[in-house]
């Protein structure tokens, strides 16, 4: 269904005018980094916090969920009618056996034996039904949180590579655990803890009043009043101190996974103390934070506990008073004390409900603000499916830059790669080359001038039917912490035993996966740990052959090898390029002699181009590159500076 029509179209436009206005206010600008920036510092107020859960709670139901939320609501109010029945038994209980003392009536009796049973029965039913509800929004509450999991899973996903490479995971993920956890908080707490007792304070009240307790009645609403604001104003004096702990939380659960995946780096500068004694630091600052926290919640504590008893107290006062005047029963006295009671244990819990209530708020701040932070390489509205039809790649007058920063950024580079051709970029350091890559890729999209690839404008086709063409073989290759074969796999999920094996063989992987204790089983490491680097640049290599893409695009993929493996791997690349269009990076420049064009980049400028002989006599940057490789190199009969 289209986005302006039926009822996912209205959501969704209400859900991206919550984000948006997050954004607005926040003041963020058109540069990428900025954005972000702002859209992070950006404090979200309850109130947008209350549209933003609204918004995905209805995106998020099917019609089964909210009748299943209905019927636990029901049950609630079931459950609430029951313990506001029982106290009016058991003042008729107590003030019949008021009179019943003495008389040994077997009526007296048997109506003292309904009374007994209706109240068990009763009290045995408010637990049963409550026992229900929580077992019916059991379903809502999992089936909203994995939802809501999915799609903030599915919105980082979505997220530019600018936004990763200048975030830490470890926090990210903390975000998105909080954030997902206090939706349920909220939903929990709203429709079963603050609801149900607000509406058993009216009804308590209004049940004092019918039975001449004004004077009670007032006492009980006022003290409840009293209580409520306390806690509002204590609880938001608070949320400094929670806001604190929780950054402080982020912090440490980020440098703990960031040490933790630099292991081996640790070990090589022997700085284990080191990483041992930032953590310490950072727990030292999480204690003092929670400590702070701690002594603000016993203040509300105390203070909560002082209007709770005070209100009692005045109240069993006048019960007191008025049962010895005659206005009351003993009855009635029981009565008013099994309400008080029964009123104040889910007020107690009050307080801690608001302030769950503001744990959820402060913690689902940090995720609408994640999920407020939009896609800058989106696809255009009504973007039409990439056809491919060889890959003929054409760069023109290409410009772009990282907000800012010189390094990687090109200036005005054309260049035309035919169906089956190979281009090579070479350069030094930060002329560029990877990022005509990512541009081609498009992670990014250009600032200026245009990509086609079979005279379509990259930028405006569906990214996921284009990038399925693509194969990239990256010089730091990152595998899954799973098994050797789930990573090969990887290149194309469902490929046969077959295919597996001959992108094995041509990665030359063979001799390693038979050495390996599983086999293709092998568990590999969180991000290839229990491989070398060139082993997990040939995973990268396999992956590579078996999605059998029709534009490959190789950056440094085989810097990482030994001599005599990327010989035989380089042999196998060419084949596997036979027929394919072919873009690499390098700086071996051996690897990429045979290319059919090399650009020379230099401060994001192509300053030479040709085939590798043509280069070399033109006796420029590309030879002296070359010459100083082969003087490096020289003990390599391969490369031959005459060739």
């Known amino acids: 269904m289209a986005e302006g029509g039926g009822?996912?179209?209205?959501?969704?436009?209400?859900?991206r005018r919550q984000?948006?206005?997050?954004?607005?206010?926040?003041?963020?600008?058109?540069?990428?980094?900025?954005?972000?920036?702002?859209v992070e510092s950006h404090e979200t107020s309850n109130w947008e916090t209350l549209c933003f859960v609204s918004?995905?709670?209805?995106?998020?139901?099917?019609?089964?969920?909210?009748?299943?939320?209905?019927?636990?609501?029901?049950?609630?109010?079931?459950?609430?009618?029951?313990?506001?029945?029982?106290?009016?038994i058991l003042r008729n209980l107590v003030d019949l056996l008021g009179l019943a003392v003495g008389d040994s009536q077997p009526q007296e009796m048997h109506a003292i034996a309904r009374l007994v049973v209706a109240y068990s029965a009763l009290r045995f039913s408010n637990v049963f039904l409550n026992e229900i509800r929580a077992y019916v929004w059991q379903f809502c509450s999992l089936s909203w949180t994995r939802k809501f999991s999915v799609s903030v899973f599915d919105h980082l996903h979505e997220l530019p590579l600018s936004y990763h490479l200048s975030r830490k995971t470890g926090v990210v993920l903390r975000v998105m655990d909080r954030g997902v956890a206090s939706l349920s908080t909220l939903l929990q707490v709203f429709v079963f803890t603050i609801g149900p007792t607000f509406l058993e304070l009216g009804a308590t009240c209004v049940i004092f009043w019918r039975l001449h307790s004004a004077t009670i009645a007032l006492v009980v609403f006022t003290s409840c009043v009293s209580y409520a604001l306390f806690s509002v104003l204590i609880t938001q004096w608070r949320v400094k101190f929670r806001r604190v702990l929780n950054d402080t939380d982020n912090e440490v659960s980020a440098l703990a996974t960031d040490s933790l995946i630099n292991f081996?780096?640790?070990?090589?500068?022997?700085?284990?103390?080191?990483e041992v004694k930032k953590y310490e630091h950072l727990l030292e600052k999480y204690q003092e934070a929670s400590i702070s926290s701690q002594a603000s919640l016993g203040a509300l504590n105390a203070g909560q506990a002082l209007i709770?008893?005070?209100?009692?107290?005045?109240?069993?006062?006048?019960?007191?008073?008025?049962?010895?005047?005659?206005?009351f029963t003993v009855g009635d006295f029981v009565m008013v004390n099994t309400y008080i009671l029964q009123l104040y244990q889910p007020l107690a819990w009050l307080g801690t409900a608001y302030r769950q209530i503001q744990t959820a708020f402060t913690d689902l701040e940090k995720m609408i603000q994640l999920l407020s932070i939009t896609n800058e390489v989106p696809d255009a509205p009504g973007a039409p499916e990439f056809v491919f039809k060889g890959g003929h790649i054409v760069f023109e007058d290409v410009s772009f830059d990282y907000g800012g920063a010189e390094t990687?950024?090109?200036?005005?580079?054309?260049?035309?790669?035919?169906?089956?051709?190979?281009?090579?970029?070479?350069?030094?350091?930060?002329s560029g080359k990877t990022t005509c890559l990512r541009l081609l890729f498009r992670f990014y999209d250009v600032k200026q001038g245009r990509i086609l690839v079979d005279g379509q404008d990259i930028s405006k086709v569906q990214q996921h039917s284009y990038r399925i063409h693509l194969g990239v073989v990256a010089q730091d290759t990152v595998l899954f912490h799973d098994s050797m074969r789930v990573n090969v796999e990887y290149g194309r999920i469902g490929a046969s035993e077959e295919e597996v094996a001959e992108a094995i063989r041509v990665a030359q992987l063979s001799d390693l996966v038979a050495n390996l204790p599983d086999g293709l089983e092998t568990q590999v490491g969180e991000r290839g740990?229990?491989?070398?680097?060139?082993?997990?640049?040939?995973?990268?290599?396999?992956?590579m052959v078996l999605k059998q893409p029709g534009i490959l695009m190789l950056d440094e993929a085989t810097s990482a090898l030994d001599t005599q493996t990327e010989r035989a791997i380089q042999s196998e690349l060419q084949k596997a390029a036979e027929g394919r269009t072919t873009v690499m990076v390098a700086h071996r420049l051996s690897t990429i002699?045979?290319?059919?064009?090399?650009l020379v980049l230099e401060k994001g400028r192509i300053v030479e181009r040709g085939t590798h002989a043509d280069l070399l006599e033109k006796n420029g940057l590309y030879c002296g590159l070359w010459d100083d490789q082969q003087k490096t190199f020289i003990q390599d009969p391969v490369e031959d500076v005459t060739e």
């Open 264 to 274: 081996e780096t640790v070990k090589h500068f022997a700085n284990e103390r080191v």
């Open 593 to 598: 002699k045979h290319a059919d064009e090399i």
């Open 308 to 327: 709770i008893n005070l209100s009692i107290c005045m109240s069993l006062l006048y019960a007191a008073k008025a049962t010895r005047d005659g206005q």
């Open 408 to 430: 990687g950024s090109i200036s005005n580079v054309s260049f035309e790669v035919k169906p089956g051709k190979s281009l090579a970029l070479v350069g030094t350091t930060g």
């Open 7 to 15: 009822r996912e179209g209205r959501i969704r436009k209400v859900e």
């Open 529 to 543: 740990v229990r491989l070398s680097g060139g082993e997990k640049q040939r995973v990268g290599i396999a992956r």
């Open 55 to 88: 918004v995905h709670l209805m995106r998020l139901s099917s019609a089964r969920m909210w009748i299943l939320a209905a019927g636990a609501v029901s049950l609630v109010l079931l459950a609430k009618a029951t313990s506001l029945v029982n106290p009016l």
């Open 19 to 38: 984000y948006e206005r997050v954004a607005q206010s926040s003041g963020s600008t058109s540069a990428a980094h900025s954005s972000v920036v702002d």
